[in-house]
């Protein structure tokens, strides 16, 4: 079946711009969670989803991230006010429940 | 909270060595772990896990033990292979919300 989607795969925007990035889970993934791997501080976790409530938030590094998710499925990570040290590989992950997390490809930002 | 502690890379090996890569963590409770692998270009893909103490998990040729008394996961394969080259990702998951704790993940580039 289908894997994690993520778009868009590739992402550049200029310094102070607001940015969208979109992940599609796998059918049937209760939970969600996005992650960011940039080259200072590795792979960290930013958001936890179960269903369309966030009940861990703790990653977030600042108030220009937000994260959504409907239906139990979408979620939109939403970075206002880009900074350059925003730049990074943003990571969304779904999990069934007792299984294991798969990641999607990744969309990649530069901000200039 | 959790945290990993991996290897530096980092590491080169020549075809058919023996590989280790050390992973150590520090959590409370009795957490999941994980060794996850990105080949170039790609995204994350779990390569294998264990769920308790002294349970052992294997992969492609890759092998890994829970060892609860040494807090451990080191990542062994007998016999390395050009195709290995990847950077290799040692994991722990959070009791509850089963967000995952990442080590800085190690490079490694087999030489034929």
């Known amino acids: 079946g289908a894997g994690v989607s993520q778009s868009p795969s590739n992402k550049v925007t200029e310094k102070g711009k607001d940015v969208e990035l979109r992940c599609d889970p796998i059918s049937g993934h209760t939970a969600l969670y996005w992650y960011r791997q940039s080259l200072g501080q590795g792979l960290e976790f930013l958001i936890y989803?179960?269903?369309?409530?966030?009940?861990?938030k703790s990653g977030l590094p600042s108030d220009r991230f937000s994260a959504e998710r409907t239906g139990g499925s979408v979620s939109t990570l939403t970075i206002q006010r880009t900074q350059q040290e925003d730049s990074a590989v943003y990571l969304c992950?779904?999990?069934?429940?007792?299984?294991?997390?798969?990641f999607g490809p990744g969309t990649r930002l530069l901000v200039l | 909270g959790n945290s990993v502690t991996q290897m530096e890379g980092p590491v080169t090996l020549s075809e058919e060595a023996f590989l280790t890569i050390n992973c150590t963590y520090t959590a409370t409770g009795y957490p999941s772990l994980f060794w996850y692998v990105q080949y170039p270009g790609e995204g994350l893909q779990l390569l294998l896990k264990?769920?308790?103490?002294?349970d052992k998990g294997s992969n492609k040729g890759f092998e890994a033990t829970y060892r609860k008394e040494t807090t451990s996961f080191h990542l062994e394969k007998g016999s390395v292979q050009v195709s290995d080259s990847a950077v290799y990702f040692c994991?722990?998951?959070?009791?509850?919300?089963?967000?995952?704790?990442f080590g800085t993940g190690t490079r490694l580039t087999i030489i034929p």
């Open positions: 989803f179960q269903g369309n409530s966030a009940p861990d």
């Open positions: 992950a779904s999990k069934a429940f007792q299984e294991t997390q798969y």
């Open positions: 264990a769920t308790k103490a002294d």
């Open positions: 994991a722990i998951e959070d009791f509850g919300n089963e967000k995952l704790t």
